[in-house]
């Protein structure tokens, strides 16, 4: 059964950087999208970003497009999320999604990704 491990969150103020991977073990995982998403306490699960299997296609959300970098390693099933110019309102549990698929479409709502992380905290202070 695949699985998915978050790293690399912490506390960090606002203005700085940090990098969250998230690695896909357990399984063989062939054509995919896999997204990043985030979740505050009584708030839905919001989609920050995603990736086709391929690299070739991404996808962000507008707060944070133009900050925020989503990237794979070219071998494996690793996934990055590069934060650059933090904000507080970026804290939050940031979930890693994958969903098999054969198309090049990335779903930006929760419900259309099978496979979650654990979650990894991210704060930034002001």
């Known amino acids: 059964q695949v699985q998915l491990v978050e790293s690399g969150g912490g506390l960090v103020q606002a203005g700085d950087s940090l990098r969250l991977s998230c690695a896909a073990s357990?399984?063989?995982?062939?054509?995919?999208?896999m997204g990043w998403f985030r979740q505050t306490p009584g708030k839905e699960r919001e989609f920050v970003a995603g990736?086709?299997?391929?690299?070739?296609?991404?996808a962000y959300a507008d707060a944070v497009q133009g900050r925020f970098t989503i990237s794979k390693d070219t071998t494996k099933t690793i996934i990055y999320l590069q934060m650059n110019s933090l904000k507080p309102e970026d804290t939050a549990v940031y979930y890693c999604?994958?969903?098999?698929?054969?198309?090049?479409?990335?779903?930006?709502?929760?419900?259309?990704?099978?496979?979650w992380g654990q979650g990894t905290q991210v704060t930034v202070s002001s």
């Open positions: 999604a994958l969903r098999w698929t054969l198309t090049v479409e990335i779903p930006t709502q929760a419900n259309e990704y099978t496979i």
């Open positions: 990736i086709t299997w391929n690299g070739g296609r991404t």
């Open positions: 357990g399984g063989y995982v062939s054509t995919y999208t």
